[in-house]
């Protein structure tokens, strides 16, 4: 055929498709999932009819299978965008010692255009919030730190574009009645458990960027979160801890989980990864690996606010210790586990009995079981349980951290303290080699071993670069004198990695492509006859 005539039959056949685009009536017969036809179609082939039952019209198990179907349809329906996300700078967390309080730390980007920040991760809270327009704020240079290779940065919401006030008259604005008026911007006010700490100044709704892995490529997300404009900081942030704002991963509407389980884009959980060299990784919608185990969250007063779980015993090698029960918080915003009183005095008492080591202690420091190392190294200490329901335990293999002096270890102290309170606080040096799933969804504490660089349900996700093994200090007093002191051994921060980035899918609106559908059917019409005479 010449191209001249082809061009002609092209030009015919969209002429006709844009007349019977617009003339047309389609219909399409409905036919009921159990209907006769359905029935026939089953069966197979070579005529052998499906094993399975065919329910019969108007009966219980009709009915029955018929919800079924419908529940099933729910869940599709309200399914998850992405498996996995992460802070676009990459998922690692990390610890930069005695400059930032010992908490673990994650490089996040939030506004249009992005500006990044260095937030605290804590389970225990809820806002996310980070120095903004600031009247009191630590110091943001990074001559102040020894761990930084780059000044912090402060957020001002005129300058993104992506950026608005949240209101008064907002659902999430919990201090709206104090308000003069619904349409100002809605003031906020986080006291943290540690004396005199708290942020305050006003909520903003902005972009967070979030990063994942797709079949093919990895994937760029931005999600609007509910952001704290700190303006004023008090107590321990002004003194080093979180100088660059903190994410509160708890259940509150307003924190970042909460969020992006409400907008869909994952499921209403995340987990924590702490490794013993001080790094870590954040996932927002992990339900961790089939196997793990679990144990359910507690209500407090009736409802879910926080993190808790309940301990039926303590266990420390083979011995499970009597009156040691307790409901214990789990935060990973403390780096030490504080136990009640009564439990704490059974567990360090048999650990003590337990371990060939002789007694030591460190001036002004609050652990009061440390032991001297021997010429032969670290001695064998013994492993300490929580035991949970159904004979469901959490074992923490090395529950004690290390003293070193002139770059040799001279000894280590059991890194738990007692506290005053009824309720426990389980802190990241019990969470250490494990992969910790805070499942929301499902109101459960899921957890399994890990590196936490090997993810095998997520193994396409960027795992980010070599681990470093600095040496572990001993924190100092006033970091370890209440249970939301913090404390792990440090690490170095590295100059964060480059963002990725990945073009959005081209997609064709449904009448474009139903046009070329009927297009392409009729120039196979035309072309036929064609070239069947060739």
């Not at 198990?61 to 329906?77: C, I």
């Not at 100092?476 to 590295?494: L, R, Y």
Request: proline share 7%; net charge negative.
């Amino acid at each position: 055929m010449s191209p001249r005539r082809l061009l002609g039959v092209l030009a015919a056949a969209f002429l006709l498709t844009e007349c019977v685009a617009a003339a047309a009536t389609f219909s399409s017969r409905l036919v009921h999932r159990f209907s006769d036809e359905v029935k026939a179609l089953r069966v197979s082939r070579k005529g052998m009819a499906s094993s399975a039952p065919w329910p019969e019209r108007r009966s219980l198990e009709y009915y029955r299978l018929l919800a079924s179907s419908d529940l099933e349809r729910q869940k599709m329906r309200v399914d998850s965008k992405y498996q996995l996300l992460f802070p676009s700078e990459g998922s690692q967390t990390m610890s930069l010692g005695n400059d930032f309080g010992w908490l673990h730390y994650s490089w996040i980007d939030i506004g249009t255009p992005s500006v990044s920040f260095l937030v605290a991760l804590d389970a225990g809270s809820d806002l996310l919030w980070v120095p903004c327009n600031c009247i009191q704020c630590a110091p943001l240079s990074a001559s102040y730190y020894s761990s930084l290779d780059r000044d912090l940065n402060e957020y001002d919401p005129s300058g993104s574009t992506t950026s608005k006030h949240l209101s008064c008259g907002d659902q999430l604005c919990q201090l709206g009645p104090n308000c003069q008026s619904p349409k100002q911007p809605c003031p906020y006010t986080v006291n943290y458990f540690s004396e005199d700490t708290s942020s305050s100044g006003f909520l903003v709704e902005d972009t967070l960027h979030l990063a994942g892995s797709g079949d093919t490529s990895n994937i760029s997300v931005q999600a609007p979160v509910i952001i704290g404009c700190g303006r004023k900081q008090s107590g321990g942030y002004l003194d080093g801890v979180a100088p660059d704002g903190l994410m509160g991963l708890g259940l509150g509407k307003v924190s970042v989980p909460s969020v992006l389980a409400k907008s869909g884009l994952v499921r209403n959980s995340f987990s924590l990864c702490f490794d013993d060299d001080d790094s870590g990784r954040l996932f927002f919608g992990d339900q961790g690996p089939a196997g793990q185990h679990s144990t359910p969250f507690l209500p407090s007063g009736g409802k879910y606010i926080t993190y808790i779980v309940g301990v039926k015993a303590c266990c420390v090698g083979s011995s499970c210790l009597d009156k040691t029960s307790f409901q214990a918080l789990v935060d990973s915003g403390a780096s030490f586990t504080f136990l009640p009183k009564e439990a704490y005095e059974g567990v360090v008492e048999e650990f003590d009995r337990q371990l060939n080591a002789s007694r030591t202690s460190y001036e002004g420091y609050p652990w009061e079981y440390c032991y001297n190392s021997s010429s032969q190294g670290m001695p064998k200490t013994p492993p300490v349980a929580l035991q949970f329901a159904v004979n469901n335990s959490f074992v923490v293999h090395d529950p004690v951290f290390i003293v070193q002096g002139n770059q040799e270890v001279v000894g280590f102290c059991l890194a738990i303290q007692p506290t005053d309170e009824d309720i426990a606080t389980i802190g990241q040096n019990f969470m250490t080699g494990y992969r910790m799933v805070f499942d929301r969804e499902n109101l459960k504490l899921g957890w399994s071993r890990s590196n936490c660089q090997d993810l095998s349900d997520a193994s396409r996700m960027p795992m980010t670069p070599p681990k470093t093994s600095p040496p572990n200090p001993l924190p100092t007093t006033e970091q370890q004198s209440a249970p939301k002191a913090n404390a792990t051994a440090p690490a170095v921060a590295g100059r964060t990695p480059s963002k990725s980035s990945a073009a959005s899918p081209w997609h064709l609106p449904s009448d474009s492509r139903l046009v070329l559908f009927l297009l392409l059917q009729l120039v196979l019409l035309f072309l036929h006859p064609l070239a069947s005479g060739l």
